[in-house]
């Protein structure tokens, strides 16, 4: 069965760093684009970036642009987060999922075709 299993998330000190690993299987990772998307008590859901296949293209959104960078391996069915300059806004669930949330439907449950389960990630 499919499975996206998320880890790396933790408590760190603002100015810090942590690496994100969603690790994919059941399914042909290389094939879909994968997404970081993070959810803070209260708040809506947010698409922090996607990478496409191949790595052919990425995103960030504005709010991490330039400290938070995305990658994957597809030979470890594997894509990264690696979150560098950690600011106490950036507390929150995160978790990877595979589809289309490249697109501006990306607030939709219908554009993504599998979840993790979410890392929790503190910032103080």
Known sequence: ??????????????????????????????????????????????RVGFIRTSGSTTFTTDSVKGRFTISRDDAKRTVYLQMNSLKPEDTAMYYCAAGRGYGSNWKSASAYNFWGQGTQVTVS
């Open 1 to 46: 069965h499919v499975q996206l299993v998320e880890s790396g998330g933790g408590s760190v000190q603002a100015g810090g760093s942590l690496r994100l690993s969603c690790v994919a299987s059941g399914y042909t990772f290389s094939t879909k684009c994968m997404v970081w998307l993070r959810q803070a008590p209260e708040k809506e859901r947010e």
